[in-house]
Antibody, heavy 117, light 107 residues
Framework: QVQLVESGGGVVQPGRSLRLSCAAS????????MHWVRQAPGKGLEWVAH????????NYKESLKGRFTVSRDNSKNTLFLLMNGLTAEDTAIYYC??????????WGQGTLVTVSS | EIVLTQSPGTLSLSPGDRATLSCRAS???????LSWHQQKPGQAPRLLIH???IGATGIPDRFSGSGSGTDFTLTINRLEPEDFAVYYC?????????FGQGTRLEI
């Protein structure tokens, strides 16, 4: 069965960086585009970034471009999100999701990032 | 960026009722680009409907979607206790993905 397991979240000071990981299993990882979606406490869902199945192209929420970088290692079935210059507004649960066509057909359980001094 | 506006913000119904949730886009989108997700408290979202009207794998047939252009609807027939959750519509246009703000379906 498809499984997506995020890790790397935690408490980080403002201005610092953090790298999240998403370990995928149960499907052929290098056949699918992957996404990151976040959810601030008590708020709705916000799409963050997308990377093509082969890593050849990336797309970002406009306001996060230049600060966030999505990447993947298809040999290890793992997706990454590098977040720089973190602020309190980046505090959220970060989900990875598998892209299928124009939707997310599987979601991970998420990892919580808290930006606080 | 395409803005999705969901209504109502909160919908209060009883088990056995029918729920009708609306999602309006700020500009016309292809039906292929419109999906619905369900999120229960403390859980990750789950895909319910894609391409506006196609049920995802394992989704009960009491969930149905419809619409085109700028107006889309999620209908849930014969509400079950486990259906009370938050529902989000989502669109995928020009590689910029957006979600609606959500509709909370409460008992």
């Amino acid at each position: 069965q498809v499984q997506l397991v995020e890790s790397g979240g935690g408490v980080v000071q403002p201005g610092r960086s953090l790298r999240l990981s998403c370990a995928a299993s149960g499907f052929t990882f290098n056949n699918y585009g992957m996404h990151w979606v976040r959810q601030a406490p008590g708020k709705g869902l916000e799409w963050v970034a997308h990377i093509w199945y082969d890593g050849s192209n990336e797309n970002y929420k406009e306001s996060l471009k230049g600060r966030f970088t999505v990447s993947r290692d298809n040999s290890k079935n793992t997706l990454f999100l590098l977040m720089n210059g973190l602020t309190a507004e980046d505090t959220a649960i970060y989900y990875c999701a598998r892209g299928s066509g124009y939707e997310f057909d599987y979601w991970g359980q998420g990892t919580l990032v808290t930006v606080s001094s | 960026e395409i803005v999705l506006t969901q209504s109502p913000g909160t919908l209060s119904l009883s088990p056995g009722d029918r729920a009708t949730l609306s999602c309006r886009a700020s500009e016309s989108i292809s039906s292929s680009y419109l999906s619905w997700h369900q999120q229960k408290p403390g859980q990750a979202p789950r895909l319910l409907i894609h391409s506006a009207s196609i049920g995802a794998t394992g989704i009960p047939d009491r969930f149905s979607g419809s619409g085109s252009g700028t107006d889309f609807t999620l209908t849930i027939n014969r509400l079950e206790p486990e259906d009370f959750a938050v529902y989000y519509c989502q669109q995928y246009g020009s590689s910029r993905i957006t979600f609606g703000q959500g509709t909370r379906l409460e008992i």
